[in-house]
């Protein structure tokens, strides 16, 4: 008996996900009606949180608005942590024009993931929206024929996230893109004061865009204008929860007014949200070295270098999201430095940062000789010359 009820379980389970594979395949051929079947098919006690979100899309693009919003509550509940069903649901608001439920549901969707675009472009047209509602209605007058779910086309893969079409007066983006374009130039060619005045000029028009705000902040930033800057990221979290780069942009202010244990903070809270940013890493890799952590910075750099073997080389100018700070560069540093190299194998590197070590006052040859690893340097004629060099300094010649 009991292994006849193991049988009859695993036979339904078979089935379940037979029709959920049926349903996604169905959905991903725009056959939404026949995908919205075979989900329902799934006894939703057992229906997964992925195959709800694709009903309840199913459900929206064929206007059953009602069924949609059952099918993302759902998913919402059998999943809180995903962002997809929450931004969809968000999406099902906009397409009732009810944008400040809308704009709810898309910052709830920004906290459950970082980065995704579509999140961010959705919070800004419903920010919009919610803002401007007379206007915005107006022109979904006007976009609703081609679009009369007021969705855009999405590039997301597999299609989980809907994104909504902008509702603001195409002369304005057009406006503002221009302006926004001339402002990102003039951070290539590093005319700082140009490119602020053309980034005010875009948010003049247009206050909603968080990308756009965190390079007036970059501006400021590199105009050395902190407190400028600062309140252009603050303004950035706002309108997007979990900026990864205005959070890390932020914590380099931290870092330059030597607020190191405050910018640690903020670069861990970055860090969880976006594990493989090796800015970052190497950016809490600076503070670390600020605080003396010497041992906890030489590992941060290491996992960094991983992901970005080029990461202490010159990196080219432009209108960047994410600043990488200008680390001191004192001898402990740079012998330490130097130790994250030498663990990487790469001598030449390692072999610089230690001729900077010595030459920024670094004279304890028992430190040298005895750290392991710098073993595999000995045989290496530099390594004699950093000794001789180290050993003829006189006291006073730093």
Same mark, same amino acid.
């Given at each position: 008996?009991?292994?006849?009820?193991?049988?009859?379980?695993?036979?339904?389970?078979?089935?379940?996900? &037979?029709?959920?594979?049926?349903?996604?395949?169905?959905?991903?051929?725009?056959?939404?009606?026949?995908?919205?079947?075979?989900?329902?098919?799934?006894? &939703?006690?057992?229906?997964?949180?992925?195959?709800?979100?694709?009903?309840?899309?199913?459900?929206?693009?064929?206007?059953?608005?009602?069924?949609?919003?059952?099918?993302?509550?759902?998913?919402?509940?059998?999943?809180?942590?995903?962002?997809?069903?929450?931004?969809?649901?968000?999406?099902?608001?906009?397409?009732?024009?009810?944008?400040?439920?809308?704009?709810?549901?898309?910052?709830?969707?920004?906290?459950?993931?970082?980065?995704?675009?579509?999140?961010?472009?959705?919070?800004?047209?419903?920010?919009?929206?919610?803002?401007?509602?007379?206007?915005?209605?107006?022109?979904?007058?006007?976009?609703?024929?081609?679009?009369?779910?007021?969705?855009?086309?999405?590039?997301?893969?597999?299609?989980?996230?809907?994104?909504?079409?902008?509702?603001?007066?195409?002369?304005?983006?057009?406006?503002?893109?221009?302006?926004?374009?001339?402002?990102?130039?003039?951070?290539?060619?590093?005319?700082?004061?140009?490119?602020?005045?053309?980034?005010?000029?875009?948010?003049?028009?247009?206050?909603?865009?968080?990308? &756009?705000?965190?390079?007036?902040?970059?501006?400021?930033?590199?105009?050395?204008?902190?407190?400028?800057?600062?309140?252009?990221?603050?303004? &950035?979290?706002?309108?997007?929860?979990?900026?990864?780069?205005?959070?890390?942009?932020?914590?380099?202010?931290?870092?330059?007014?030597?607020?190191?244990?405050?910018?640690?903070?903020?670069?861990?809270?970055?860090?969880?949200?976006?594990?493989?940013?090796?800015?970052?890493?190497?950016?809490?890799?600076?503070?670390?070295?600020?605080?003396?952590?010497?041992?906890?910075?030489?590992?941060?750099?290491?996992?960094?270098?991983?992901?970005?073997?080029?990461?202490?080389?010159?990196?080219?100018?432009?209108?960047?999201?994410?600043?990488?700070?200008?680390?001191?560069?004192?001898?402990?540093?740079?012998?330490?430095?130097?130790?994250?190299?030498?663990?990487?194998?790469?001598?030449?590197?390692?072999?610089?940062?230690?001729?900077?070590?010595?030459?920024?006052?670094?004279?304890?040859?028992?430190?040298?000789?005895?750290?392991?690893?710098?073993?595999?340097?000995?045989?290496?004629?530099?390594?004699?010359?950093?000794?001789?060099?180290?050993?003829?300094?006189?006291?006073?010649?730093?």
């Amino acid at each position: 008996m009991a292994r006849m009820k193991l049988l009859l379980t695993a036979l339904l389970g078979l089935g379940t996900s &037979v029709y959920a594979q049926t349903g996604e395949e169905l959905f991903q051929k725009g056959q939404y009606a026949e995908a919205a079947a075979a989900f329902e098919r799934q006894p &939703v006690s057992i229906r997964s949180a992925a195959s709800s979100n694709f009903l309840g899309i199913s459900h929206h693009m064929l206007g059953r608005f009602k069924e949609a919003q059952v099918a993302y509550e759902h998913a919402i509940k059998a999943a809180p942590d995903l962002a997809a069903p929450r931004n969809n649901l968000g999406a099902l608001f906009y397409s009732q024009q009810m944008f400040s439920d809308a704009d709810r549901e898309f910052r709830r969707a920004a906290e459950r993931n970082a980065e995704n675009s579509t999140i961010t472009a959705n919070l800004h047209w419903a920010r919009y929206a919610r803002d401007n509602v007379r206007n915005a209605r107006e022109r979904a007058i006007e976009v609703i024929p081609g679009r009369p779910r007021l969705l855009e086309p999405t590039d997301n893969p597999r299609g989980d996230f809907l994104a909504v079409v902008s509702l603001m007066p195409p002369t304005v983006v057009r406006q503002v893109e221009s302006l926004v374009l001339r402002a990102d130039i003039f951070m290539v060619r590093k005319a700082f004061d140009d490119a602020v005045i053309e980034y005010k000029k875009a948010i003049a028009l247009d206050r909603y865009d968080s990308s &756009v705000i965190n390079r007036l902040g970059i501006a400021y930033h590199n105009l050395q204008k902190y407190r400028d800057s600062e309140q252009q990221y603050r303004e &950035v979290l706002r309108l997007r929860p979990n900026h990864i780069d205005a959070m890390n942009n932020l914590a380099v202010i931290d870092y330059v007014r030597g607020d190191y244990e405050s910018a640690l903070r903020r670069y861990r809270t970055a860090l969880k949200l976006k594990p493989d940013s090796a800015t970052i890493m190497r950016n809490m890799g600076a503070c670390l070295f600020a605080l003396e952590r010497w041992d906890e910075a030489v590992a941060i750099y290491q996992q960094a270098l991983v992901l970005r073997p080029d990461l202490f080389e010159p990196q080219p100018s432009g209108a960047g999201t994410q600043i990488q700070m200008h680390q001191q560069q004192g001898a402990m540093i740079n012998f330490y430095l130097g130790k994250v190299f030498a663990l990487r194998g790469d001598t030449d590197s390692a072999f610089s940062f230690l001729m900077k070590a010595v030459d920024a006052g670094f004279d304890n040859i028992k430190m040298l000789k005895e750290e392991e690893a710098f073993k595999g340097l000995v045989a290496d004629e530099r390594f004699d010359r950093l000794l001789k060099t180290m050993a003829e300094r006189k006291p006073g010649d730093d």
